[in-house]
């Protein structure tokens, strides 16, 4: 199986037309097709659909096209990292859980700006399991986590700080004279929860029972969109302090009681050989943790 191959392969998929995907590769529609036969041989497989007036994937198809994204993504970050050891550059890509504590990776770029101006650092927000999933497939060189996060097969670095948990609520709802928010005044309320699991365990425990007694509304896996909803009188939102910016909205943060905190962590591959530019990056990190 031929990366070029692949290449095909998506190319059909996304422009659904084979005639489309062949101009766009600025090759024959015959070659296009006769390397997409030959692929379906390879597998012992079909990928289309034969027989329809559109392009339609097969469950194989299906498969091979989630597949294909991700060697393709591999082979391609891979080839960038590859380069003349003389002038660091290529790229980095960390997975990001949303918190305050991102700003000592931030900090670390700016160094990493510094020594490494060709070095490109992509960040891609996403909850932890998509970190570990990403990272067992090489797509990701680092992860930005939250605690409770099993770090057993992980190296890691612990990022200075905390942030803590709390609900966003309207300036004008009945909870927004309150200094704290306890569990009692959860009761019966609408409230949109995060989707990690890790966090709505972290958040049952806090309540001290197994048994959620507030209506869950709605679920988010990024703050804004959540905050959102709260505007609109959706529901409140339990959700980490400082993540958004709050001037320009209806909204206020109310810390929980007792409170709940949590700290964030940097991590990578146990087994993975890090790329000079994801290394290099490491290396202006742990200088910023020891300034």
């Known amino acids: ?52 007036r559109t392009i339609k994937l ?109 609900l966003l609520t309207r300036k004008d709802s009945d909870l927004a004279s309150k200094n704290k928010i306890k569990v009692a005044d959860l009761i019966g309320k609408p409230v949109i929860l995060p989707q990690r699991h890790n966090s709505q365990t972290l958040l049952t425990n806090w309540l001290g029972q197994s048994s959620l007694k507030f209506q869950t509304v709605a679920s988010y896996n990024l703050l804004n969109n959540a905050a959102i909803l709260a505007q609109h009188n959706v529901g409140d939102v339990l959700c980490l302090d400082r993540i958004i910016n709050l001037a320009q909205t209806s909204l206020t943060f109310i810390p929980l009681e007792p409170e709940l905190t949590i700290h964030a962590s940097l991590i990578w591959s146990k087994t993975a050989v890090l790329s000079h530019a994801a290394q290099t990056f490491l290396d202006q990190l742990k200088k910023v943790l020891n300034q």
């Not at 037309?17 to 590769?25: Q, V």
């Not at 591999?74 to 790229?91: Q, V, Y």
């Open 1 to 52: 199986m031929e990366l070029r191959v692949l290449r095909y392969f998506l190319a059909v998929v996304n422009e659904q037309n084979i005639s489309r995907a062949a101009a766009k590769l600025h090759i024959s529609q015959p070659t296009i097709s006769r390397q997409i036969h030959e692929l379906e041989q390879e597998l012992g497989v079909s990928l289309f659909e034969r027989g329809t």
């Open 58 to 166: 097969t469950t194989d198809g299906e498969y091979l096209a989630n597949q294909a994204r991700q060697i393709l993504t591999l082979a391609n970050k891979t080839s960038t990292n590859i380069g003349k050891k003389s002038e660091i550059s290529g790229s980095v890509f960390i997975g990001c859980s949303e918190a305050p504590m991102l700003s000592t990776i931030a900090d670390a770029i700016n160094q990493l700006k510094q020594i490494a101006p060709n070095v490109i650092v992509n960040l891609h927000s996403c909850d932890a399991s998509e970190v570990q999933r990403k990272m067992q497939n090489g797509l990701f060189d680092f992860g930005f986590v939250l605690d409770p996060f099993n770090k057993i097969n992980y190296n890691f670095l612990t990022l200075p700080g905390t942030t803590r948990w709390g």
